[in-house]
């Protein structure tokens, strides 16, 4: 079966960094685009960060420079490294998969649509 389990979250002081992972199993990790949402209490599902599976990067303009993704596909692990935090970052975070690819050369990948398979959260809290 298909899993996407997050885990890394935490409560941190403003400033600080958090690392997070998602381990993925049950689908070809190699051909899948993947990418880490978020969802604020009160607030919409947004897209962060997007990686392709060519290694192509997009990054929301609220974490660019703060935020790097990558992953390990010998481990079918995902990171999202997160450092520089703000409050406004506290969040669930979501780690998703969408295993046709094509979601950034298609332009779409801040859409949760083009995502086929996601994990269940883990809570950043900033404060």
């Known amino acids: 079966q298909v899993q996407l389990v997050e885990s890394g979250g935490g409560l941190v002081q403003p400033g600080g960094s958090l690392r997070l992972s998602c381990a993925a199993s049950?689908?070809?990790?190699?051909?899948?685009?993947m990418g880490w949402f978020r969802q604020a209490a009160g607030k919409e599902r947004e897209g962060v960060v997007c990686?392709?599976?060519?290694?192509?990067?997009a990054y929301a303009d609220s974490v660019k420079g703060r935020f790097t993704i990558s992953k390990d596909a010998a481990k079918r692990t995902l990171y999202l490294q997160m450092d520089s935090l703000k409050p406004e970052d506290t969040a669930m975070y979501f780690c998703?998969?969408?295993?046709?690819?094509?979601?950034?050369?298609?332009?779409?990948?801040?859409?949760?649509?083009?995502?086929?398979?996601w994990g269940q959260g883990t809570q950043v809290t900033v404060s």
């Open positions: 998703a998969a969408a295993p046709l690819g094509g979601v950034i050369s298609g332009g779409s990948w801040l859409s949760a649509d083009e995502y086929d398979y």
């Open positions: 049950g689908f070809t990790f190699d051909d899948s685009d």
């Open positions: 990686i392709a599976s060519n290694g192509n990067t």
